[in-house]
C-alpha cells in the first residue's frame, strides 16, 4: 500500500519544513506550497490524498483556495489557523474544510488530526459489505459508495458520507452527538458539536426537498440526531 501523499500550503517556510519533517518520519509523502495558486495547481495535478491548509497566505487567502478546490475535489482538507474566532472555524467547515488546527500547535495535535482525517477518508470494509438501504425516494448503496434521491446521484465527501452511513446505519434510532462524533471523526473528538450542525446542514442541502423542514434526518434538540426509518421496518 503506498504512503498518503500530503500537500502542507504555507507561506512561512520554517513551519512548512517542520511539518514535512514530522509526517516523513512517519513515512508520508510530503509536497509543499508557499502561496495559495500554488497550492490549488499541486492539487489538480498531484493527485494528493491530504491538503493541510494555512487561512493567512498572500494573494489568494486558504478560504478561496478551499472553495477552487471543492469545485472539482472532496480531497480532505485540514486548515491552519493563527484565528481562534469561531466565525472563521465555521467558514472554513461551511466551505468543505475536513478539519482545522489552531496556531500555535504541538506537532503532535496536528499528526493526530491527520491520521483521524486519512482515517475516515479510508474505505470501510464493514459498511461497504451492507445491503443496500431504500427510504421512500432515498437509495444509499454502500458497495458502490452512491448515494441517490429523487433519482439523481448526490456527490459528497468522505466526511459527509461517513456521517450519513452512520445515521443511515442506525435509522429509527437517535445517535447522541458524542457518538456521532467519536464514531464519524475519531475517538480524538467528542466536543465539536459545531462540526456535527455544519455537516447535518451540508447533507440536508444534498438530500432534502426542504432543508429547513427535513423529512430524513431529523434533529432531537440537545440530544442528537436520527434518520427516519423506512416504513414498515
Avoid at 35 to 52: F, Q, Y
Avoid at 79 to 105: E, S
Avoid at 199 to 224: C, F, M, Q, W
Wanted: charged share 30%.
Amino acid at each position: 500500500m503506498r504512503p498518503a501523499k500530503i500537500l502542507v500550503v504555507d507561506d512561512e517556510p520554517h513551519l512548512v519544513k517542520l511539518v514535512r519533517s514530522n509526517l516523513e518520519a512517519l513515512h508520508y509523502k510530503v509536497l509543499a506550497a508557499l502561496d495559495g495558486p500554488s497550492g490549488l495547481a499541486m492539487v489538480e495535478k498531484e493527485g494528493v490524498d491530504l491538503v493541510i491548509l494555512d487561512i493567512m497566505l498572500p494573494g489568494m487567502d486558504g478560504f478561496d483556495v478551499l472553495q477552487k478546490i471543492r469545485e472539482f475535489s472532496s480531497v480532505p482538507v485540514i486548515m491552519l489557523t493563527a484565528k481562534d474566532q469561531d466565525v472563521d472555524i465555521v467558514k472554513g467547515l461551511r466551505l468543505g474544510a475536513d478539519d482545522y488546527v489552531k496556531k500555535p500547535f504541538s506537532v503532535h495535535e496536528l499528526l493526530a488530526r491527520v491520521e483521524a482525517v486519512l482515517r475516515r477518508a479510508a474505505p470501510s470494509d464493514e459498511v461497504q459489505a451492507r445491503p443496500p438501504f431504500v427510504c421512500d425516494d432515498f437509495t444509499m448503496d454502500f458497495q458502490q459508495r452512491r448515494v441517490t434521491v429523487r433519482g439523481k446521484d448526490i456527490r459528497m465527501g468522505p466526511t459527509e458520507y461517513r456521517l450519513l452511513a452512520q445515521l443511515v446505519q442506525n435509522a429509527g434510532r437517535v445517535m447522541l452527538h458524542a457518538d456521532l462524533l467519536r464514531k464519524v471523526w475519531g475517538p480524538e473528538y467528542g466536543n465539536e458539536t459545531e462540526y456535527l450542525r455544519v455537516y447535518v446542514s451540508y447533507l440536508r442541502n444534498k438530500i432534502e426537498e426542504d432543508p429547513a423542514n427535513p423529512k430524513y434526518i431529523l434533529t432531537e434538540h440537545g440530544v442528537g440526531y436520527m434518520f427516519k426509518r423506512p416504513e414498515g421496518s
